[in-house]
Structure formats: C-alpha cells, structure tokens
T-cell receptor, first 112, second 111 residues
Framework: DAGVIQSPRHEVTEMGQEVTLRCKPISGHDYLFWYRQTMMRGLELLIYFNNNVPIDDSGMPEDRFSAKMPNASFSTLKIQPSEPRDSAVYFC??????????FGPGTRLLVL | GNSVTQMEGPVTLSEEAFLTINCTYTATGYPSLFWYVQYPGEGLQLLLKATKADDKGSNKGFEATYRKETTSFHLEKGSVQVSDSAVYFCALNNAGNMLTFGGGTRLMVKP
C-alpha cells in the first residue's frame, strides 16, 4: 500500500486566500484524522471521521476551518480566509481503529 | 482527563550512548501506551506499543515497559545511532478515546 497520501506537500499563500489540503487514506481504514503541528502548541487533533462521518470537530480552531470526507478515499481540509497564524504542518492520519494511526507526510503551510 | 508528560528536549547524545526518554501519564482505568517517532520532514510513525501493565513494547532496538505503579512508559535504547535523530512522542489511548500525545522530545545523535 502507498500509505496515507497528502497534497500539496508545501503551500505558500497570502493572507485572505483560500487554502485546500487534500488527503487520501489507506484503503480499508475506517477512521481519518486531521492534525496540526506547530512549535508553540505541538500536535493538535482538529477533527476526525469514522466511515466518512465527522465524529468530533471540537479541535477545529474556528469557523474559517472546515473539513469534508465525501467518500472513503478522499478528505479535504479547507481554510477560508487564511491568516498568518494558520502557518503550520497539517497531518492527515488514517486507521482501522482509533488507537493505531498511520500518518501521512504532512502539508507545510505558510501564510504570508 | 488524560494527559501525557515527556521530558523536554533536546536530548543530545553521542553515537552508541544509552538513551532514556521519560514519559509519565495520567489516566483513569487501563490505557494503552505508545511511542511514535517523527523523522525530519515526515509524519509520525508508530514505534512500539504496550496494552497492559508490565507489557514491554520493542522495535528497532527501542524498548519501553508499561509501569502502572509509577504511571510511566520510558523509552530506552542501549546504543543510539545518528539515524535515530528524530522527535519522539509518547501517547496514550483510553477506552477507545482519541490518542493523547505528549509534547514530543527531540533527540540529536552526534557521530
């Protein structure tokens, strides 16, 4: 299996622009997670899905952030409008159970 | 609630030195415990795990023993290599809830 695939790997954008991050989970995994990693706050869980349904989005910072999972093989995390404080590495992870998660390589986002 | 506390880094060692990275946790019941490793520019990878008290997880020369009496899961390796340089995260899972991660400990191994 190719593992969790994320795109793009790097994104540089200007404040106010819309940013869309993409994730393809490992085939057969029922759970999908979005994390954000920064030096200041470490690794934060933003939202997770089970069988394409959002289960817990309490970690989503604010209404500017939204996530969707239209099918079992694709998820997006959207930031609109983006702000400099959103600069971070965003990870997608998938798993067949909550406690064993396989992480993608991450998307490094820089908002100028 | 659940929480994980790790020693602050960076930990800097010479090649072939002995490694210990401390991890303690707070949780009710009997959580499962994990160590994840993040190499530069990559996502986290599961390194080892233990699901009950006194279990020892091991992988790639790393070991950690689940100590319920001290609520600890310290990571050890007898002889580190330069290629072990990475950030190590301790984590727990309690009763099917989300993984709770520690803050991470950066290890730097010098040749």
């Amino acid at each position: 299996d190719a593992g969790v695939i994320q795109s793009p790997r790097h994104e540089v954008t200007e404040m106010g622009q819309e940013v869309t991050l993409r994730c393809k989970p490992i085939s057969g995994h029922d759970y999908l997670f979005w994390y954000r990693q920064t030096m200041m706050r470490g690794l934060e869980l933003l939202i997770y899905f089970n069988n394409n349904v959002p289960i817990d989005d309490s970690g989503m910072p604010e209404d500017r952030f939204s996530a969707k999972m239209p099918n079992a093989s694709f998820s997006t995390l959207k930031i609109q409008p983006s702000e400099p404080r959103d600069s971070a590495v965003y990870f997608c992870a998938s798993g067949s159970e909550v406690k064993t998660q396989y992480f993608g390589p991450g998307t490094r986002l820089l908002v100028l | 609630g659940n929480s994980v506390t790790q020693m602050e880094g960076p930990v800097t060692l010479s090649e072939e030195a002995f490694l210990t990275i401390n991890c303690t946790y707070t949780a009710t019941g009997y959580p499962s415990l994990f160590w994840y490793v993040q190499y530069p520019g990559e996502g986290l990878q599961l390194l080892l795990k233990a699901t009950k008290a006194d279990d020892k997880g091991s992988n790639k020369g790393f070991e950690a023993t689940y100590r319920k009496e001290t609520t600890s899961f310290h990571l050890e390796k007898g002889s580190v290599q330069v290629s072990d340089s990475a950030v190590y995260f301790c984590a727990l899972n309690n009763a099917g809830n989300m993984l709770t991660f520690g803050g991470g400990t950066r290890l730097m191994v010098k040749p």
